[in-house]
């Protein structure tokens, strides 16, 4: 082959593969966007199946003709321990994630809405006390209009010592108002004390309305005019807060529909996403922010739960007898000495002499108190009898 060849052939050599090249990027290209396309179709599937079996498994939450409760089985509940604990939220925020995590029980954990069908209980041993944790279904928008079992799920929320509620970190904004509005509908008023107004039904006398110093959003017209409404003729009305309003004043006049409950928010997920926005939730009143999958801000969690359950420890101690500090008596804030001798025994307040307190209640140790006296938390309490 003459040099001139050699060079001809080169040329085609390089020509074929340039076109080849070509083709092959071609090619390339055409499988790697079939791929995409491909990829990104069975993501699309996976969201459409996943909202299918949300639907679904929503349907098996909803009544069935005839029965006033809904579908499943019922779930209340027996209350046990020292105090309940309602896990609220939308579906797959992670409350049987944190129920696993936080209590030996074991809830179904799933990445589909409505994993959790009825209410799971689980028992959190924390400083001697037992506390009942609620797994429940997740809740929606409406729930509290009796969309799913929505309502079932509030009602137990009701029944609790403190509502937890399992936010999304990764998620709207939005959700945290969404879930109180659907729990204020229902009578269910969280972190906030009933409203200090005096309100006493009479059988005649009128409208009599005082108030310590002029209330700011109320007057006797306001109040006169809505107790018309409720066909209430007759009254005492004394208002102690100038800063109360009219939603306050109705729920004084709904005080059997009305529970104030504690709540604690909890963003759980806080793994996915950035540092800055989990400062940012943190700061939020009433927060915690976790990870269920990472074991994030489990123990600070629990930590809160208790203080914000206010519970008191009592240690009882019988004449002649150690104490045992691992076994103390829970009773609620504002107990009192009578309070104490009710959990022990219920007989115990008729051989009442008086009872001998040791610690932060009391000025000296021990001291004689009465039933009435206010105990606090990890007094010492020896009940003398007759
Ligand atoms: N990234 C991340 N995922 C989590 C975390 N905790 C739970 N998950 C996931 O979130 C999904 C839902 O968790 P579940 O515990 O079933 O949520 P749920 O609130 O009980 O859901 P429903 O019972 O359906 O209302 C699952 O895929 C979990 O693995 C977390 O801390 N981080
Ligand atoms: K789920
Ligand atoms: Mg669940």
């Known amino acids: 082959m003459g ?24 090619i390339v290209r055409q499988l790697i966007a079939l791929l995409l396309n491909e990829y990104g179709m069975l993501i699309q599937v996976e969201g459409l199946l996943k909202g299918k079996l949300a639907r679904y498994r929503a ?83 409406g729930a509290s209009e009796g969309k799913g079992r929505g309502r079932q799920v509030i009602a137990t929320a009701k029944t609790s010592d403190l509502v937890l509620m399992i936010l999304d970190a990764t998620k709207a904004g939005d959700q945290r108002a969404i879930l109180e509005r659907e729990l204020e509908s229902v009578g269910i008023r969280l972190n906030k004390d009933p409203p ?41 009305v004394l208002v102690r807060d100038e800063n109360v309003t009219v939603e306050d004043f109705i729920d004084v006049i709904n005080a059997g529909h009305r529970s104030y409950i504690r709540c604690l928010y909890a963003y759980n997920k806080i793994d996915a996403v950035s540092l800055e926005e989990v400062d940012r939730l943190a700061r939020q009143p009433h927060t915690v922010v976790i990870s269920c999958e990472l074991d994030l801000g489990l123990e600070d969690l629990v930590e809160r739960i208790w203080s914000d359950l206010s519970l008191l420890r009592v240690y009882t101690k019988r004449r002649g007898q150690t104490l045992k500090f691992d076994d103390p008596l829970v009773v609620r804030r504002n107990a009192t000495v009578e309070t104490v001798c009710d959990s022990i025994h219920r007989s115990i307040k008729d051989q009442f002499r008086y009872a001998l307190v040791w610690g932060a209640s009391v000025k000296y140790s021990p001291q004689k108190c009465g039933l009435q006296h206010a105990v606090a938390d990890e007094d010492v309490v020896s009940i003398v009898t007759k």
Do not use: C, M, W
């Not at 040099?3 to 071609?26: C, G, M, V």
């Open 59 to 141: 349907q098996l939450l909803e009544p069935t003709p005839g029965s006033s409760s809904g579908g499943g089985q019922g779930f209340e509940v027996q209350k046990s321990g020292d105090a309940r604990i309602a896990l609220i939220g939308f579906p797959s925020v992670g409350k049987s994630s944190l129920l696993s995590k936080i209590t030996k029980t074991k809830s179904e954990v799933a990445n589909y809405a409505f994993t959790t069908l009825t209410s799971v209980p689980g028992v959190l041993e924390y400083n001697g006390a037992e506390l009942q944790i609620l797994d429940l279904p997740g809740i929606i928008q």
């Open 196 to 236: 200090n107004i005096y309100f006493k039904v009479k059988k005649q006398g009128g409208l009599k309305f005082n108030a310590t110093s002029p209330p700011k959003y109320l007057d006797e017209k306001i109040v006169g005019s809505i107790l018309r409404d409720y066909k209430v003729h007759n009254a005492e």
């Open 3 to 26: 040099i001139l060849e050699k060079i001809q052939s080169i040329q085609e050599e390089l020509n074929r593969t340039q076109k080849n090249k070509a083709t092959e990027y071609h």
